[in-house]
C-alpha cells in the first residue's frame, strides 16, 4: 500500500516535553519543553546551573530524565541509542581529547566511528586548524582544542547537532569562523541546539531563543520576539548639567517617563523618541552630550524577564 | 530509518590503531614491560640460583624459573599498571563521556586498549623468550598447550586485577600508585626476587596463589610438563573472577 499522498509528517528534529531532573535534593530540569525543527538554530540560554546542560545531556542520551520525554528525529536517545549516536553530533562543554594523538589522528578517528561523514581535512580548515593538523591536542590552545572539539562533532555529518558554550575561549576571527560554520549547518537542513549565555551570540545566530531559570521555560521566541515578550521600553538617554523642563519632554508623544539621576536622564517611552526628544531640548536651550537611543538587548530581556544577568557571573549554586 | 547503525568495521580498527600510537607514545609504559623482563633473565641466568632437581627436572633455571616469572612481569606490569592508567586517564578526561556519544559508545575504546595490552604483553614475552633462546639456549615448554593455557589464565587474571584497579582508582596516579603496589606486592611474595620458598611459610603459601607466583609455578611447571600445583591455578580462577567482579560492579564511565 502507497503512503496516502499529501500526508505530511513532520517531526522537529529535536523534541523535549515536560523533561524533569533532580539530583539528589536539587531540581536540574523541572518540566522544560523544547522543540528544534531541522535547518534551524535555536539557542538554550540561561545562567549556569538553570538545568541547560542537564537538559542537553538528556538529549545526547548522557541522562535519563526521571520524567517527560526526549526525542532525536523521533527516536529516543536512550533507547535507541545506536540510532540516535550515527544522526546526533555533541560537542560537550568539556572538550575531552585523548592528549596523545594529533588533531588530524583524532579527525580520522571519529570520522571512522561514523558509517558516513564529512571529509576530515576540509572540516579542520572550515574551523581554521588545517596548519595544526599535526599537532598532539594537548599541545593545542584552548581556543584551538574548542574548535577542535567542535569540529569532530561535525565530522559524522550529523543531522542534529547540540552545542555545549560553543564560542568559550575563542579570539574574535575564531568566533567567526565558529559562527559561519554554524550557519551553513542551518543553511544544510540541520538542527542546532546551541547552548549559550553570550547574548549577542544568540541573537546573531539562533532563529528562536529559549530561556531558561531555576529549571523551566521562562520564554520561548524569537530573539526580538522575547526583547518584545519582555515588555522593555526603547530608551533615550542624554547627560547634561542644565536644569531640564521634564514635564515639558513628559508631553510629547510617545513618552512614558523622565528619570534624572544626577547628570544623566533617561526618556523611556514607545516608537521613535530620539527626534522629538533633540528637537524639545533645542528648544529648551539644553546643552546635552551622549544623546543617543537605547533599543532593549536580549540581554536585558534576560534580565527582566528572570530578574538577574545572564553571564557568568550570574552564577547561582547547581 | 533503515541505515545501519553502531561502530563500523573500520572504526574498530580505528579505535584499535589509536591505543597502539598512545600506547607507543606513552615512552615509560612501553619500554619497562619490554626491558625488564630480560634484565630478570639475565640476572637468573648469570647468577643460576643452586636449585634441587626436584624443582628443576632436567630444565634449566632460565627456563623453570627465568622464563617464567619474566612472563609474569611482563603480564603484571601491562595488565595492572598500564592499561589501568590509561582507562582511569579516559575517564578522568571526559574521553569516555565523549566517545559515549559517538556511534562507538564507551564500551569499545576499554575493549581496543586491552586489546593493545594483550599485543603488547605478547611483544614482551616474545623479547623474553628471544633473549632467553639465544643468550641461555632455551627451549620451548615439554607441555606446550599447558604452557599456552597458563598464559591465557595468566592474562585474564592480572587484566582482571587491572580492571578492578581501573574501576576504583579516580585518578591515573592513583592507578598506577595501586598497580605498582600490586606488582611490587604479588611480586616480591611471588618470586621476583629471589627463591620464594626462602620467605616465611605462610607468606610462600600466599605468594604461590597470587597471581604472580601463581603465574611462575604454572608456566614453570609446564616447561618441566609437570602437573602445576592446583592450588595456583585456582588462584588465577578465583582472582579472574574476584578482579572481574569488583570492576564489573564498580566501574563508573565518568
Known sequence: ?318 | MSARTGLPARGWGALVAAEARMVARDTSGLVVPLLLPPLILVMVGTTAPDLPPEVLGDRSVVEVVGLPIACATVLALVGMVNVPSFVATYRRSGVLRRLGVTPAGPAPVLLAQGIVGVAQVAAGIGVAFGVAAVAFGAGIPAAPWAALGGLVLATAAFFALGAAVAALAPTANAAIAAGVVLFFGTGMLGGMFGDPRALPGPLAGIGRVLPYGATAEVLGTAWRGVAPDPGAVAGLAVTVLVGAGVAVRFFRWT
Open chain 1, 1 to 318: 500500500m502507497p503512503p496516502a499522498t499529501g500526508t505530511v509528517v513532520v517531526v522537529d528534529a529535536i523534541e523535549v516535553r515536560g523533561l524533569r531532573k533532580r539530583y539528589g535534593g536539587t531540581t536540574a530540569a523541572d518540566g522544560v519543553d523544547l522543540t528544534v525543527p531541522a535547518g534551524t538554530v535555536v539557542g538554550l540560554l540561561g545562567p549556569n546551573g538553570v538545568g541547560k546542560t542537564t537538559t542537553v545531556e538528556c538529549v545526547a542520551g548522557l541522562r535519563t530524565p526521571d520524567s517527560g520525554t526526549v526525542r532525536v528525529l523521533g527516536l529516543d536517545p536512550r533507547r535507541d541509542r545506536r540510532a540516535v549516536r550515527a544522526v546526533l553530533g555533541v560537542q560537550l562543554q568539556e572538550a575531552a581529547l585523548h592528549d596523545m594523538l594529533t588533531a588530524g589522528e583524532l579527525m580520522a578517528l571519529h570520522r571512522a566511528l561514523h558509517r558516513t561523514g564529512r571529509d576530515p581535512g576540509g572540516l579542520l580548515d572550515a574551523v581554521g586548524l588545517g596548519a595544526q593538523a599535526g599537532i598532539r591536542s594537548d599541545r593545542l590552545s584552548g581556543g584551538q582544542r574548542q574548535r577542535l572539539s567542535v569540529a569532530l562533532a561535525l565530522v559524522g555529518a550529523p543531522r542534529v547537532v547540540v552545542l555545549d558554550e560553543l564560542t568559550t575561549g575563542l579570539d574574535p576571527a575564531s568566533r567567526e569562523t565558529v559562527l559561519d560554520l554554524v550557519r551553513g549547518l542551518a543553511a544544510g537542513g540541520v538542527a542546532v541546539l546551541l547552548v549559550s549565555h553570550r547574548m549577542d551570540e544568540v541573537e546573531r545566530l539562533c532563529d528562536r531563543a529559549v530561556l531558561l531559570d531555576a529549571g523551566r521555560v521562562v520564554a520561548d521566541a524569537s530573539p526580538d520576539g522575547l526583547v518584545a515578550a519582555a515588555g522593555l521600553a526603547p530608551r533615550v538617554r542624554f547627560r547634561t548639567d542644565a536644569v531640564v523642563d521634564r514635564s515639558a519632554l513628559c508631553a510629547l508623544p510617545g513618552v512614558d517617563a523622565v528619570t534624572r539621576t544626577g547628570h544623566e536622564v533617561a526618556v523611556t517611552g514607545r516608537g521613535e523618541l530620539l527626534g522629538p526628544v533633540g528637537a524639545e531640548l533645542v528648544r529648551q536651550g539644553v546643552v546635552a552630550t551622549g544623546l543617543r537611543a537605547e533599543r532593549p538587548t536580549l540581554d536585558d530581556a534576560f534580565l527582566a524577564l528572570t530578574g538577574h544577568r545572564a553571564g557568568p557571573r550570574a552564577e547561582v549554586a547547581a
